[in-house]
C-alpha cells in the first residue's frame, strides 16, 4: 500500500526541514485523546520540557483532549465526531501525539481488538494524509489500577484490571499498528509499570486517570521520543518493507543434521577414562621415528638351502645285505 510510503516520506520531510526554519516558525503539536490529555495537564508539562531542553525554537502545544472520547467510531463518543478533532485536523500540527483506547475498553463500547485497530488506524490516517505531511506519534495509555471504592470506575470498566483491554489488548495492538506503519511509538503502559512498580497507586487520582505528578512523568516519557523528531535526528525504523527482499535473511545450512532436535535432552556426560600411563617418560622426547617399520629388513630368502640330492652318489655298503 502506499500509506507506509506516505509515512516514511512525512517523518523523513520534517527531520529535513533547515533549523533556522523551525528556529523562525517553531513547531505545533496537536495532542488528541481523552480525559488523561484534557483534563491532567500532560500537553502543558510537555511544552515546558520543550521549551527548557530547545529554548532556541518556539513551541506551541495544543490541547484537543476530549473526555470520554474513544477511537472505535461504531458509538456517539467517538473522536472523529467531535468538535475537537475538527480542530486538530485544521491545526496544522507539525506533530500529532495520539493517546486514545482507555474509554475504548470500557465495558459497554469494547467490541474486539480488531474493532479498535480498524477504527484507530483510520482515526490516525486522516492525520497522516494532511497536506503538511505531520508526524503521527503512537502513545499507549497507562494502566488500569486495581480500584477502590470508585463507583464512576466500577461501573465503567468492572473491577477486574486483570482482565481489561486496557492491560491485555491495548499496548500490544498500538505496537503492532506503530510497527506496521511506520510510526513512533510510546508505551505509557509498560512505563507506568517499569517506573513505579508496587508504588503506582500513588501516581493515580483513582485507577484509570494519573495524578499531576503521574502525568508529568508520562509528559516526559513522550518528551524523550520527541527529542529526536524535534532536532532532526529521527529515522524510522519500524517499518515495514514495501516489496520482498531478493535473497531470504537467513542461510540454510548446507547439508541437515542429524541431532536430536533442540528439545530433547541433552545427554549425561560420558565419562572419560584415565589414560594409561606412558612407556616413556613424558619429559623425553621418543627416538623411534614416526613411521612405523620393521626392525631390520626382512631376510630376501631362506638361510639354508632345501634338500636336494647330491651331486655325487653316496659310496656303496661295505658288506652285503643279510
Known sequence: SRAPR????????????PRSNLRVTGLTIACVGDSITETRGYPEHLQTLLEDEFPEKSFDVENFGKSGATAQDNNDLSYVRRNEYDDAVKSEADIFVVQLGTNDAKKVLWVDERSFRVSYVKLVQTFVDLANSPVVVVCAPPPFIEPEDDEDVLDDWGNAPAESPINTVLA?????????????????FQFFFSEFGDEMSSYYVDAIHPNTEGTRRMAENIFETLKPIVLGTYMPTRHPTRA???????SPSARPTSGPPSYAPSAGPTPVPSPQPSVMPAGQPSRAPTTPRPSRPPTPGPTAAPDRPTHRPSPAPTSPPP
Open 244 to 250: 520482498p527482499s531478493r535473497a531470504p535473511t537467513y
Open 172 to 188: 500490544g495492538s498500538l505496537s503492532n499498528i506503530s510497527d506496521a506503519h511506520g510510526f513512533p511509538f510510546v508505551n505509557n
Open 6 to 17: 506516505r509515512r516514511l516520506l512525512a517523518v523523513l520531510a520534517l527531520c529535513a526541514r
